[in-house]
């Protein structure tokens, strides 16, 4: 039998999806599963997607361009107007989800042995990426203590060599939900500029800013534009993930360039998630306002009951739909994985992300989850009482102040 | 300026889409442009696949799982065993096309530096993803005179090194439309099981074979259960590419575990494609039947067009939907460019494949084009007009006998 990429053998499982097959059997077993794992809101699609659907009256569902519909692209320009990121169609290129955007990013940007800062905790599949793109990435870690702010900038300083490509943010921030201030993201730009590094940035979740403080674009940074690697996703936006459509924004020429073939490798991104993309686009402030409220909503409830949880701790999340939060548990990632297996409460479980997956130093996260507030707030609620009585219960529960 | 990566820089853009740009020049001037490039069928999607997008009664577009919705996966298992390969659901894993089949195939069995071994002409993009998994390509040059029949399998062994880790083949061949014969495909399976390789399978034309001679799937080769890593394409089978849904179909466990890594990264196949898809393998006999019949009259009509311009030499393909044409000119790279450029007949022009992105070795192909026969009897009719008259009047025209 021949043997596998080492690629594939240390390409890390998942920690959002790695535990379904747990949750699966949970489920056989009758269990109701609370799905805090995974960012797959159940928040309508907006009808006007839904719609776009059923009014297909194509023959053929044939390829789009591997650009993109120019239609989706020109919609998305508009769109990025809107918060004032001064883009144009030809800097947009469609892709299939945020997850290709990163990976194209990746692939066009680094070297197998290059290496790209980024603070953590960090959103999992960034490693997962880089590692399918031979490339390292270097981590700085930040702290719940303090909120996971960014980090001192002498600490990305100090891990930069030869090789570093690049910085990767996302923000507003998965998994902790931290908002970067103008003043950090300022820093951050210095440190692109100072090194002519590329500035990956993740906005997938500007739609969701809850504490009045700014959404500031890599884009509004004066002076790196040709840095800017801008990360997006459609999909995410419009409670529609399914549909798979993301975006990859530069306006650095060749890179386009590089980009491009990459995604004319791959023909075309998904059709159908264009069309729903597009009409979606179209919901409109109230769908958008309907979500975000809710959002507010949930994001209190949550991270109130959470914190009245004795041991737990959550910060304030200022934006996106996660949470990382800390556990009184000897290992968050045997607790996940007790509840998926030994643990019910009036018939219920809790399916959470351990946070060691979004963590590279050894030992950090140990004690922390990432939950996603993407279930309404009667479900959260008897997420809430599940989670109480599974601390009660865990064999392995610390009474210690988590750290 | 932050520099992009070497990777890509090196890769090729690809042969089928890089002039794209040239041909929306010219239907901007209102050119009429017959397009031979892409295996974009113009044949109606199966009713039943576009009435499931209108009878979709989801409230929201979810994730589905990473390996693909169960429901898909198990009609596709009987799918497989209607032509007699012994697959079980669990082999299967959907992807995004056919395309990130192959782009997961090699990252989970190669690693950079690694080497496959394919006969060219080749499906380009086959070299774009083994660029970026940083493995190389290793071809086997086959040759027009003969068919496209398979190089002798000392060709092949002549090649092997330490870090030769697969055979990949394409059956029905694109770019050819060649059908390997169950000799060629024992031949294979010795080299795969002599040297203990990975043979990669491509085999998403296997409804399209003219000749009467069977199709032979690497699953039926006796033997090799474990080193075969089938790719399919369900998009590409009925018509309707623009939903890019394909599969990965594999025994050997840890490659599976392997793959799943990769697809749990990119967190879901799309959902809506799933929906068309499943419909769609439902579509019956009669919608194969008349796609078939349709591919039959084209190919007889197209190759024996071909054949009687002079100069013009193509094989007559065993199956898929392509040819690759020996035309009487210096360079087929300058001649397609120059058909889109600087010509047009009663208003239209041809655009066509440069095969020289189909190979490897220098300077092979220089003459030739790949054509995909997925228009209908009239559009071919008016193209191979206009590319008799193209031939008449490009400045680079040869007498002599293309080779």
Known sequence: MPETSKRGQI??????????????????RGVKVYQLNIGQPDLPTPQAGLDALKHIDRKVLEYSPSEGLRSLREKLADYYHRFNIDVDVDDIIVTTGGSEAVLFAFMACLDPGDEIIVPEPAYANYMAFAISAGAKIVTVPSSIDEGFALPPLEKFEALITPRTKGILICNPNNPTGYLYTMKEMLQIRDLVKKYDLFLFSDEVYREFCYTGAPYISAFHLPGVEQNVVLIDSVSKRYNECGIRIGAIITKHK??????????????????????VAEASIDAGADYMLMTYNEYVERRKFLIDGLNRIPGCYSPIPMGAFYTVVSLPVDDADRFCEWCLNDFEYEGATVFMAPASGFYTTPGMGKREVRMAYVLNKADLGHALKVLTEALRAYPGKTAEAPQ
């Open 254 to 275: 060749e890179l386009k360039q590089n980009v491009m073939k990459f995604c004319q490798a791959r023909l075309s991104p998904p059709l159908l998630g264009q069309i």
């Open 11 to 28: 390409m890390p499982a998942s920690p959002i999806r790695k535990l379904v097959p747990l949750a699966n059997k949970a489920k056989e």
